[in-house]
Structures are given as C-alpha cells and as structure tokens.
C-alpha cells in the first residue's frame, strides 16, 4: 500500500478563529444569520448521516442513483488521471467514481480537501487500504482559500458534490467557480452536484422531516456556540423553520425565538436580544435549473459538456470542461 500524504494549509485555531468571527459578524448584527458549516461537530455529523438515510431527504440517493449510471461514462470522457475531492472522501459516491476510473484505466491519484484534519485522515487511511496502489495526497484547507495547493497530474477532475454548492449565495457560488478554474488548465473537469427546483412541498419536507431529525440538526448550532464559545443560549427556546424562498429559489433554515430573551457569548464578548418570534438563519441552499448552472458555469470559463439527472429529475450531475 502506498504511503499516504497530507498537507496541511490550516493553522491550529483556524476553526476557532473563523467561529468567533462568523458568530461576531452574524449574530452581532440583523438580521442575525450563521454559516451552516457550524452544524458539522461530531454529533451534527452523525444527525446529517441519518438525514441522508430519512425518505424525506432525497438529494443523497438521487445523486448516488445518477453516478451509479453514468461513472463509466463520466471516465471515458474525462479520463481523468486524478481525482480532487473537495469534502472528505470516503462514502459510497467518492468510491463509485475511484471504481470508473481505475477500471477505465487512468485513474493514478485521489486527492480529497477538507477543513477537519480529523476527518481527512480518516478518509485518506480507509481510501489508501482499500486501494492499494493508489496515490492518495490529503490536502487540509478550505475550498475558499486554498484551491491553488491541489495537487494531482492532468488531466484532472474536481468533484463538489452534494449539493453543497447550493449553500453559497450567488456571489460566493461565482467566486468559487472562478476560483476553480483559475487552478485547472484548459481541458480539466469539474464534476458539478446540484439540487434541482421542484414543487416547494417536496423541497419543505426535505429540510423539516417528521422525525424532527433536521430540527435537532439545526438545534445543534447553538450547542456548538454553547460549547465552545461559553455561550447560554437555551436551546430548548428556539423551533426548527424551513421555508421556501420562491424569489431567490431556495430553502432557508432558520431558528425562531419562542420568547424574548438575552444571550451572552463570553468568547467574543457578545450579549444579545431576541424578541419573540425574531429568526436566525442558519443556512440557505439554492435550487437549480439547467440553464442557470450552465451559465454560471460559463461565467466561470466552463463549458458543460454532460448534464445528467436521476430518473425522477430531482438532481443533477454537471460536467463541464475548462475552456
């Protein structure tokens, strides 16, 4: 088995540096708002993975349906001798495109990104001894800083799947895409997950399940505030919101007051009022239709080259080549 790689971009207090000064930036004014990238300690991990699995969220298992038919497909027109992941890569999807490519033949590299050390190492350990002989080469950063230290031999593909992309408000989406290809040469990939617009019921449901799982997940937040930032919210206090946005095109998830109170966060020395009713959002995540992805592609200096959906047309799957 080869040895893998890690670089690490990250000082040791980024994360607490970038907490302190989201919560500054987002609660210290109005409306008040937090990045969803809060959700994700060791328990918002686990309640996102029983999300993925809950029938009311279908974003995982339409993707996964698209790439179980179409990564043969995806490696013979790529042939793409590394794979970039930007998210650790160790699930079930990350696997389906490693699969393709070896068996086409010209896969050499799989270089995944994330910002959790913790969580890298855990993937590039599983993906290095499940397939010997692959390069692995962990990269520890953030996809909004750091794409110019991927490595990986040309051809290149770059994933971003998930959806997650749907989570910038338009002008982070254009910089990000600017930014990936501005690392890529003429002739690289970019392997693009995108949820798509559908009926507001559909979407709801998917971010307010009957379970309550989402609600917990969204919860969560301000127990990691609580946790780390010596912060008193009472979480207790707060209901779960999901709402469709029809203006911009796409669902917000936000945490409502049930009464006023007063919170203190010590670590930035933040004290704060709520009124009854008054909403945090907590994350937004944008819903796509073909033509506006290939134009923010094209934007960016990407032509789309294959556009793939499951079989319901609930997601979809972009390739687009930089030009």
Do not use: C
């Not at 690392?183 to 009957?210: C, F, H, I, N, S």
């Amino acid at each position: 088995m080869n040895q893998p790689v890690i670089d690490v971009h990250l000082t040791p207090d980024h994360a607490s540096r970038a907490l302190r000064q989201d919560v500054l930036s987002g609660l210290g004014t109005q409306p008040k708002s937090l990045p969803p990238k809060w959700f994700y300690d060791a328990r918002g991990s686990e309640l996102f993975e029983e999300i993925t699995r809950l029938p009311e969220y279908y974003p995982t298992r339409a993707e996964r349906e698209i790439l179980q038919t179409r990564a043969g497909e995806l490696a013979r027109r790529t042939g793409a001798r590394a794979l970039v992941e930007l998210g650790s890569g160790s699930s079930e999807k990350t696997r389906l495109l490693l699969d393709a490519l070896r068996a086409h033949g010209t896969l050499d590299e799989f270089v995944p990104l994330d910002v959790s050390e913790s969580a890298l190492r855990e993937a590039v350990d599983a993906i290095a001894a499940d397939y010997p002989g692959l390069r692995v080469h962990g990269v520890v950063g953030d996809f909004t800083e750091h794409l110019g230290r991927l490595p990986g031999g040309s051809p290149r593909l770059v994933a971003f799947l998930g959806g997650t992309i749907g989570n910038l408000l338009p002008e982070e989406r254009a910089r990000f895409l600017a930014g990936v290809r501005e690392v890529l040469q003429p002739g690289e990939w970019l392997l693009l997950g995108t949820d798509l617009v559908k009926d507001p019921e559909t979407l709801v449901r998917a971010y307010d399940d009957a379970a309550g799982v989402t609600a917990q997940f969204n919860l969560n937040v301000l127990r990691v505030l609580n946790r780390e930032l010596g912060a008193d919210f009472d979480v207790d206090a707060f209901t779960h919101v999901a709402r469709w946005d029809a203006e911009h095109e796409w669902i917000e998830m936000r945490l409502r007051a049930t009464r006023v109170m007063r919170a203190a966060v010590p670590e930035v020395d933040l004290r704060l009022r709520l009124e009854e009713g008054e909403e945090i959002r907590t994350e937004i995540s944008a819903k796509f239709r073909r033509e506006g992805v290939e134009a923010e592609l094209k934007e960016a200096g990407f032509d789309l080259d294959a556009w793939w959906t499951d079989e319901q047309g609930r997601f979809a799957l972009s390739l687009a080549r930089a030009v």
